[in-house]
């Protein structure tokens, strides 16, 4: 961690994260930024990929301390910088609609006084995070089911349709009807199967979607990713697990395999959507690797955290 003495701080704020919550809570951030007393600055991203452009201009500036205000998208645009970078600290304040990310530190969906006192106490601590085909994730990834999902929540390139969290429900809800599954060869640490996959999401966090604990025994620094794969469902059993998922308590059933695994290659022998924190892309096949430790990131240790420390 970069001495006291030479820290310097920036903020990259999405104004349109959380439907305008991003662009809203610049004049508390800026309040808690002098109460801190540190040297900061903050700056506005203008489009999709501007926050990535930015966090590695403050880095090549010599800021010590890249920090995202939005939600998973704008974490995940900042992360990706850091973790091409030794000695520089990244962490989230807070102001989109999922806010999934977030819990993995131990922090809420939105900051009280007492938030802001720990953020601003700055507990670090060293992160796993994910790649799929190249693509780094910091908290998960999904197919099947998951990634159709997210292709209704998806526009273009960096861009996502407004809405809130009833928005990812009537989506989910959806996609449940008409989904169909696909056959899929899956290669793990030790092993190769074949079967129809209904949803298959792999993750480094627990949460996904504003509320839905897929992954619910994720640890995001144990060196592995978390693996929620169900296979073919009908209607009757999709629901009855959806309504499971919220609190984690699905992964007993028998149609769910959950295990953990430091590398995973899955062919669907056809071009699929994928997402990566929610990003959509498109491939046939898929390396999905655990990356142990590249990510310094600011974290509540008094928090439900998702470390082992």
């Known amino acids: 961690m970069a001495d006291k003495k030479a820290e310097k701080w920036v903020f990259i704020a999405n104004p349109i994260a959380g439907n305008g919550d991003g662009e809203r809570i610049i004049p508390t951030l800026r309040d808690?930024?002098?109460?801190?007393?540190?040297?900061?600055?903050?700056?506005m991203t203008e489009r999709p990929g501007h926050?990535?452009?930015?966090?590695e201009a403050y880095i090549n500036k010599g800021f010590t301390h890249i920090i995202a205000v939005g939600g998973d998208g704008t974490m995940n645009e900042v992360g990706r910088v850091i973790i091409e970078h030794e000695g520089i600290n990244t962490g989230l304040i807070p102001a989109g609609t999922g806010n999934d990310f977030n819990q993995i530190l131990g922090f809420p969906d939105r900051y009280e006084d007492e938030h802001w006192n720990m953020f601003f106490n700055k507990n670090v601590i060293n992160m796993d995070y994910g790649t799929c085909n190249g693509i780094p994730f910091l908290n998960g990834m999904g197919l099947g089911f998951d990634a159709e999902v997210a292709t209704k929540n998806y526009v273009a390139p960096g861009q996502t349709k407004m809405g809130g969290k009833d928005k990812y429900v009537k989506d989910i809800l959806s996609t449940l009807f008409f989904f169909k599954e696909y056959t899929v060869t899956i290669k793990t640490d030790d092993k190769?199967?074949?079967?129809?996959?209904?949803?298959?999401?792999?993750?480094?966090?627990?949460?996904?979607a504003g509320g839905f604990y897929l992954t619910p025994l994720a640890i995001a620094n144990d060196g592995k990713l978390d693996?929620?794969?169900?296979?073919?469902?009908?209607?009757?059993?999709?629901l009855d697990i959806l309504m499971k998922v919220p609190k984690g308590t699905h992964i007993s059933d028998k149609k769910v395999n959950y295990y953990t695994t430091r590398k995973i290659e899955v062919d669907f022998g056809k071009e699929v959507p994928f997402h990566a924190d929610g990003e959509?892309?498109?491939?046939?096949k898929f390396v999905v690797e655990a990356i142990p430790g590249k990510l310094p990131v600011i974290y509540n240790p008094g928090g439900n955290h998702f470390f082992t420390v």
């Open 227 to 238: 693996v929620c794969m169900i296979k073919k469902l009908n209607l009757f059993k999709r």
């Open 32 to 43: 808690k930024i002098n109460n801190a007393g540190i040297d900061a600055e903050i700056v």
């Open 280 to 284: 959509v892309h498109f491939a046939t």
């Open 192 to 208: 190769e199967d074949e079967t129809l996959c209904f949803i298959n999401t792999i993750a480094n966090g627990r949460r996904h």
């Open 51 to 55: 926050a990535s452009e930015l966090a």
